[in-house]
């Protein structure tokens, strides 16, 4: 008789669909998120664990963002694992292929490789409330699991803007997410739709070599100062080999950061000092006061998120670059006719309208307890959750970068190693208290919720005159965490069970072997 392979469930004998293969915890996604958590649960003893990636590799957004110009706007130093500092950092502000480089690397240092199921992409996951457990659908075959983790992330899933007659233009045309590396845009005319965080990184590293470039902006940014630079053979020295010398520059810049939660989040006109200094910049960097009048915001600043470049404004300025603030009103074959009627030809598109991040297309796939998807959930009540890691109507199932985690100063993976504690410590909570499901209750949630929003009330997010994809359909902010990080590190130490229903596990098995190991 012949056999095919059956590993990861994908087929049986004669072809026939396999069994699906269960773990006691599957992880949906492999970037910071995803693998730290898989990073901790090994830590924590456990090996009953698969990570689902749909990718070929780890890193996530970093892996899937290779644009020319990519790099973070967090400083280095706060942009990595408290467990895995990096010494070897190049730059105070590091580029796209060195923080994937980084993450290969811890993924390789923890041996978790071998816990992923690469090219591995979930369609569907429903829970069964009859077995209390999740039966997940991938590209890969079918997966059961006690526990499912979606730590898919906010930036995965490309927003591609709903234009008459896009579809059918003859030219390149690609979102910034999924760059054509082997699209050749010398000399071309060029068009980048979008003035966010990827398209002021972009338009910089390709207006020297197109024959002209029309930036479409519907909104200006608020641009300050990159600090970036090439740290010094010493520094790097030092921070391998003299103790506690990069812990405290990381503390230091992270106490620096902080600051800034006082004027987004707690007293606004606390702001107008970097306001101050970022049209300082503006008008030095754009001397033409026309353009410069169309690169001014009229928002207060922090109001979306802040930019950093020392190279957007002066790029702007070029001969060939022009700014076009009219709204697109159609795309033809090799053309874009704006709002006002004039039409720019065009060799190529290049779309930099962000992601989905208040309604991914992910949330459409997961089905909770009563059968209503996520994408359903959200419609009735908006992005809610629990301490960004739970959400009511779906039992055993966590989130890593869920509702209200975003953070618009400072880095994630502060937000993400808070996150693994408490998840990590939930799942361990229901191991050894043999629990056989747990669900945040709806009156905890609510509770949660409406203090998030009433924290946010005097916010520059809600008083700063602008619409970001901070906020919801709702109106309310579901991304951003209103408040200090470390409040949040002290908020989710331990999972507090007492907030959730739990049932018991009828077999009441219980693993007091497992060890706590908790973020630096």
């Known amino acids: 008789m012949s056999r095919t392979v059956t590993d990861n469930g994908r087929s049986g004998r004669n072809g026939e669909a396999a069994p699906a293969r269960h773990v006691h915890t599957l992880i949906v996604g492999s970037g910071f998120s995803g693998l730290g958590l898989a990073i901790r649960l090994s830590q924590q003893g456990r090996d009953d664990y698969l990570v689902l990636e749909r990718g070929g590799d780890v890193g996530g957004t970093w892996r899937d963002n290779t644009y020319p110009g990519a790099a973070c706007d967090v400083p280095s130093q706060l942009y990595s694992y408290s467990f895995a500092l990096n010494p ?142 090439e740290y010094t053979r010493a520094e790097r020295l030092a921070f391998k080999y003299v103790p506690g010398v990069q812990k405290l520059s990381r503390a230091a810049i992270y106490a620096a950061r902080e600051t800034q939660v006082v004027g987004l989040a707690k007293f606004p006109p606390a702001m107008l000092a970097l306001e101050g200094l970022a049209r300082l910049k503006l008008r030095f960097e754009v001397p033409d006061a026309k353009l410069r009048e169309k690169v001014t915001p009229n928002f207060r600043i922090g109001c979306k998120r802040m930019l950093i470049s020392n190279e957007y404004y002066p790029a702007l300025g070029r001969d060939n670059v022009d700014v076009v603030t009219d709204g697109i009103r159609e795309v033809r074959a090799n053309s874009i006719v704006t709002a006002d009627g004039t039409e720019r030809e065009v060799d190529a598109i290049i779309v930099a309208t962000g992601f989905h991040v208040t309604d991914s297309p992910v949330y459409e796939t997961v089905s909770g307890r009563d059968g209503r998807t996520l994408t359903e959930v959200f419609d009735e009540i908006g992005q809610q959750g629990y301490k960004g890691a739970a959400i009511h109507n779906f039992p055993n199932m966590f989130f890593m970068l869920g509702p209200n985690v975003g953070l618009g100063h400072t880095s994630m993976v502060y937000m993400i190693e808070s996150q693994i504690n408490y998840i990590a410590d939930a799942i361990a909570t229901v191991d050894k208290r043999g629990l056989r499901t747990v669900e945040v209750r709806k009156d905890v949630q609510d509770k949660y919720n409406r203090d998030l929003q009433d924290s946010m009330a005097d916010s520059v997010w809600l008083n700063g005159g602008c619409a970001s994809w901070y906020l919801d359909k709702h109106g309310n902010n579901t991304t951003l965490w209103p408040d200090f990080t470390f409040r949040f590190r002290k908020l989710t130490e331990k999972f507090d069970v007492a907030a959730y229903e739990t049932t018991q596990s009828t077999d009441g098995a219980a693993r007091p072997d497992l060890k706590v190991v908790a973020a630096q």
């Open 88 to 229: 070897q950092w190049s730059r105070s502000f590091s580029k796209q292929p060195e923080i994937q480089a980084y993450i290969r690397g811890v993924a390789d240092e923890y041996g978790v490789r071998d816990k992923h199921v690469f090219d591995c992409d979930m369609t569907g996951a429903r829970w069964n409330d009859e077995q209390a457990r999740w039966e997940v659908q991938t590209s890969q075959g079918a997966f059961t699991a006690d526990v499912l983790v979606s730590a898919v992330g906010a930036l995965c899933e490309p927003n591609l803007p709903d234009i008459k007659g896009i579809n059918g233009f003859e030219g390149q045309i690609f979102h910034s997410a999924r760059w054509d590396h082997d699209a050749d845009l010398t000399g071309k005319r060029v068009a980048v739709i979008g003035t966010g965080a990827s398209a002021i990184q972009i338009v910089p590293s390709i207006a020297p070599k197109v024959g002209h470039l029309d930036l479409y902006q519907r909104t200006a940014p608020w641009l300050l100062p990159r600090m970036d630079r």
